[in-house]
């Protein structure tokens, strides 16, 4: 068997794979160990804290923008669908939404899977997080109820509910949980990544980035334990007094002690001289190492986490000596990539939550009947790539005079509310434009 760094072995030529080599858990307890490590690194490794933040900040930013349009087959007034979209603003702001939503990014990447509950009070919708520590399995689990998660026993995508044990204690003492209950799927909404659909839970983004971030702490902390043993000693002094040779320390000296064998040592504080006697001689491997060596093993490391996350790996270091911001955020680069695709899903999963915002808003009168069914609930997420306003009017005004967008669709892609910016140009006694731009376009910079 051929070991490397703890890893698991490797196959040999006459070795077939496990069915279940790719599955990082096999327990709950396995499960949870996971978590407890990656949010150990989430708390204490600077790189690991640093790969999280870059991805909440780019997925949800300053926020997402939305608006309510109705559906292809259907005509739904124009005053029913600004109705609906003020109900949704108020109930963002009541939930303060854009918070959630970046807490939402940020357990999903920290813990791999993210638990809301919604709460139907009849004339509001509540979402509240519950703890995934808090997602266990009952004391009498079958194999469909594993890990918390009951699923129908013929289909395993088809989920029924979840176990939800509520902690018992309060304080700053251990908290034990309480025998779990079953809660509809229906009022859960489960957000996990980096797995399979068919596997139970979620698995943090920076799980297989473990040992490259358990390596760069280590250079990076050896790298700083020379860099301060060479700055702290300032001279060293050769005596001798009375003929008599003296050792440099004596026992009893502020910061002197004696080892197990008897020998006598001394902590050096910053800027320390060193006073020897003659015959004497000092030397500090230390210094003869080229602290900035380390720096290369630990961008090395860097980058084999940037590549598990597609980021530059300026954006973990925080060195963008050799990065271009405009080049390395690019249409189509992988980085940009990556983050539409986490704010699409993001997005997915947000309007299935805001439509039933609709539809308590509908029962209770504040909306027509029928509303919910008959509109599209859109949003438009912060743009990621490198950012040519300029060119970015200029393109958007042509699309404009095509007749292939509509002047609503420019204001979210650029962040604004049109139902705002429209009333704001009333307001100001200007006229609120409604047919398609006619005229000459500058041309396009390259």
Known sequence: MLTVDGDPPWLTFAQSPSPTDGYPYRTPEQHRHIRDMMRWYALHHPFAAAALEVRTSYVVGSGHTYRVVSRADVTVDASDLTRALDELHRWMDADRWMIRQREIQYRLDRDGEVFLRVFDLGDHLAVRFVDPEHIVGPIKMMAHEAYGVQVDPLDAETVTGYWIARPIGSGLGPVSLGSPTLVPAAEMQHRKANVDRLAPRGLPVLWPCRESL??????????????????????VIRRQIGGTIMPWTQPGEPGTGKDEEGRTYQHLPPGAIMHLAPGEEWDAPANRIDVANYVAAIQAELRAVAARLCLPEYMLS?????????STLVAEGPAVKMFERLQSEMI???????????????????LPHGLTDAVRIEAEAPIVQSRNRLMEAQADQLLLSMGVVSRETVASRHGYDWSIERDRIEVEGGPVPTDTPTGMIPPLES
């Open 214 to 235: 358990r390596r760069s702490w280590q250079i990076l902390r050896a790298m700083s334990t020379v860099a301060s043993i060479q700055a702290s000693v300032a001279a």
């Open 318 to 326: 925080g060195d963008a000596s050799n990065a271009n911001y405009s």
């Open 348 to 366: 997915w999963y947000d309007v299935e939550i805001l439509r039933r915002v609709l539809q308590i808003a509908e029962r209770t009168g504040r």
